[in-house]
């Protein structure tokens, strides 16, 4: 076995203490989840191509004595967790009340149960409006006012991607105006947790390439942004969070069915996970929730990050002798890294990062984005000025206030769309 794994398995293992089940062949282990929250579980699934594992969720419930309430599963959230999704799922928590909710997909869908139960328990009480609690702590304070409690919510994470089983965000999506928003809350934090790596098989492989770049932009921004105080933790999580991205992406497109590289893709995004629970992501993530309707959010966070990255480099140095290792580890890099600085050392590590993106047959420029034009760049900044996302450009390694946004995130943009690094303007 990889020693790359069981280093990350460790990593899981000593922040959950033992209270996430993951790994190969768990998903059977679902109904005794279940059974510790009552009889009747909601249970939300995709039931198409996702089928043998809604048959394999529902088998495990009846036999740990839990019934599906309504007698049947509720279908899931669409891609971006469409807000008209979880005022649909919220109806279903309000009519069959049950004892727990067991969201069974990918992010989308497990970030859809998590506002749909907040919505379900404070609507009433505060407002059925979605909107309110976007943000830092608003469902915590709800919470408080009213003294209400969620129903306890269990994530089956089927996906190698946002880690969404394990963290305290929310991401929702308008559609109508193609913008993203973010609850960031600890109540939002599914009660239980599992994810079986070997349901990721039958993802399709642009599914797992998005997952692979979220990995990355999960620990690569929450490092660059990280305290002192948390450094080597961030730097472990990172380190092993991008090396198996790094490592195995290119077996996993090479051979869909191989089940360590599966696995070591999933514990990459779980780390990933890890990574923005203890700190925050930054600049990519922000113009991400600009460009959901033309890719997928990893893939929009592995256009960005080179970028950003640029940016950041000359507040980042130490950080981009860790990243930049991997990359040079694995041939993406040529240059002795050692002998550079200031924004030649950014420049060498994003090249690296866009070399690695080209080999996995990854977009690594925003002209390349099916139907992308102008106007995505000015949504990102009219975005990146919106107060309920201001603590993205809180968490960035230089700190942009929203007048500083035209001046220093339009060339960040702007360069990404055909890949010009000499665009960017950096404030050392």
Not at 120 to 132: H, N, R, S
Not at 232 to 238: E, F, M, N, Q
Not at 256 to 275: F, N, Q, S, V
Request: aromatic share 6%; glycine share 10%.
């Amino acid at each position: 076995m990889d020693q790359l794994i069981e280093n990350s398995k460790k990593l899981l293992n000593d922040w959950k203490g033992g209270s996430y089940t993951f790994g190969r062949g768990v998903l059977s282990q679902i109904g005794a989840l279940a059974a510790k929250h009552g009889k009747n579980a909601l249970v939300v699934c995709n039931t198409t191509y996702m089928k043998p594992v809604a048959d394999a969720v529902v088998a495990s419930l009846e036999k740990a004595g839990v019934s599906l309430v309504g007698g049947k599963i509720a279908p899931d959230a669409g891609p971006n967790a469409p807000r008209v999704d979880v005022y649909r799922l919220e109806t279903y928590i309000l009519h069959y009340k049950p004892d727990c909710i067991i969201a069974v997909g990918g992010g989308s869908t497990i970030d859809a149960c998590k506002s749909a139960n907040m919505l379900a328990t404070l609507g009433g009480a505060v407002t059925p409006e979605i909107d309110p609690y976007f943000g830092t702590g608003q469902v915590t304070e709800a919470l408080k006012k009213t003294g209400k409690k969620l129903t306890p919510l269990i994530a089956v994470q089927t996906s190698a991607s946002s880690g969404a089983h394990l963290t305290k965000y929310s991401n929702i999506t308008d559609p109508v105006v193609g913008q993203k928003k973010l609850i960031v809350d600890e109540s939002v934090i599914p009660q239980e947790c599992l994810f079986d790596y070997d349901t990721t098989a039958s993802m399709p492989i642009p599914v797992t390439i998005d997952g692979a770049l979220d990995a990355i932009a999960h620990s690569f921004e929450v490092f660059s942004g990280i305290p002192a105080e948390k450094y080597d933790l961030a730097s472990k999580i990172a380190e092993n969070a991008i090396e198996l991205s790094v490592k195995y992406a290119p077996r996993v497109i090479k051979d869909p069915k191989d089940l360590e590289a599966r696995e070591a893709i999933g514990l990459a995004t779980d780390l990933g996970g890890y990574a923005i629970m203890v700190g925050g992501t930054n600049g990519a993530h922000l113009t991400s929730f600009s460009l959901v309707d033309v890719t997928g959010h990893g893939t929009a966070c592995g256009v960005m990050n080179p970028y950003y990255m640029v940016f950041f480099s000359p507040a980042i140095q130490k950080h981009l002798q860790v990243v930049g290792a991997v990359f040079k580890k694995y041939g993406y890099i040529s240059e002795d890294l050692s002998k550079l600085s200031g924004k030649e050392l950014g420049l060498a590590v994003a090249k690296g990062m866009v070399a690695f993106g080209k080999a996995i047959g990854a977009p690594t420029t925003l002209g390349e984005l099916k139907g992308f034009t102008e106007k995505h760049v000015e949504r990102a900044l009219t975005a990146a000025k919106d107060p309920q996302l201001e603590m993205k450009l809180k968490n960035m390694p230089v700190p942009l206030t929203a007048a500083l946004v035209d001046e220093y995130m339009g060339p960040i943009l702007r360069a990404a769309v055909n890949g010009d690094f000499s665009l960017i303007k950096t404030m050392a």
